[in-house]
């Protein structure tokens, strides 16, 4: 099964859902990153808000979540545009903690006394930067970000499963957002559907979207868009070469009579790009035509 993520309304169009199963794009981050299992709880959970938040976008438009906590994981890094295509990665993938009724805890993973910035890149000129204060807990940190950095009241709620093999079983998430034209009715329906959302992980794993739609808005619902999402890294030996050339020629000539090649690699998806003495020669003379 593909992985994908739908955007629907709800009751009489006051509401708007986002909902995503994205477990092959965490099973993926798993496999590039050796991710352990606090990592994966992590990184997977990112993921998802990157990923229903860069449905939110459009056209060309993408964004950065990033996070940086004083837990072991280090920073976390996640780039989506706007058609769900993902990559991201954390400093230190081999992050495990465990706390006492045997869940993942992204409280130590993640740590606390930091910002979790959304980078937006709406192809304007300027990039539009928010942040709120990391308090280790995703989803209320998210629930806070949209209501402080886009005046919009919503509910969180992300889940994911890492089993015995390493594997993720399931990883996706869901934002209910109050649109403007709500009254306090509704407000107070979403309110008291809120528990139902404590375990998203199983939910996820037991019911399709529309079940899950169904349980918390009966009938009054309706699916706007379903997209296929997926993990995405654009780089390629081309882009690696371009920042290569900004070394200019004298470093890339030190290197080259040095280390004879270089390897680069990427962080978002681990792929390596080797570059020969002949390339590096080639990057050198391109540079010294570049007066670099
Ligand atoms: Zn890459």
Redesign the pocket.
């Known amino acids: 099964m593909k992985d994908t993520c739908i955007k629907a309304l709800a009751l009489n169009e006051t509401i708007r859902v986002y909902l995503i199963n994205n477990t092959n794009t965490v099973n993926e981050e798993i496999k590039r990153h050796n991710l352990w299992p606090s990592a994966t709880s992590v990184l997977g959970k990112v993921t998802s808000m990157a990923q229903m938040m860069g449905l939110m976008l459009k056209g060309d438009a993408a964004l950065t979540i990033k996070i940086a906590g004083n837990g072991s994981l280090g920073k976390v890094i996640v780039d989506c545009n706007a058609k769900g295509e993902v990559?991201g990665y954390v400093d230190h993938p081999d992050v495990n903690f465990v706390n006492n009724s045997g869940g993942l805890n992204d409280y130590y993973a993640i740590g606390t006394d930091g910002l979790i910035e959304v980078i937006k890149d709406l192809k304007m000129k300027d990039l539009f930067t928010s942040s709120v204060k990391l308090t280790g807990n995703l989803a209320s940190d998210f629930t806070y970000y949209f209501f402080e950095s886009e005046q919009t009241p919503s509910l969180v709620s992300l889940g994911i499963l890492v089993n015995e093999n390493n594997n993720c079983d399931i990883s996706g998430g869901i934002i209910i957002q109050v649109l403007p034209n709500a009254t306090d009715k509704e407000i107070s329906y979403v309110e008291s559907k809120a528990n139902l959302l404590s375990n998203f992980s199983n939910t996820l794993k037991e019911k399709s979207f529309k079940e899950i739609l169904k349980m918390l808005f009966a009938d009054n619902f309706e699916i706007l868009e379903e997209n296929e999402v997926c993990f995405k890294?654009?780089?390629s030996k081309e882009t690696f070469s371009r920042s290569l050339l900004t070394l200019g020629s004298k470093t890339l000539t030190e290197i080259k009579n040095e280390d004879h090649q270089i390897e680069a690699v990427?962080?978002?998806?681990?792929?390596k790009y080797q570059f020969s003495e002949n390339e590096i020669q080639a990057l050198i003379d391109e540079a010294l035509k570049q007066g670099k």
Do not use: F, L
């Open positions: 990559r890294c654009n780089c990427c962080h978002y998806c681990n792929n």
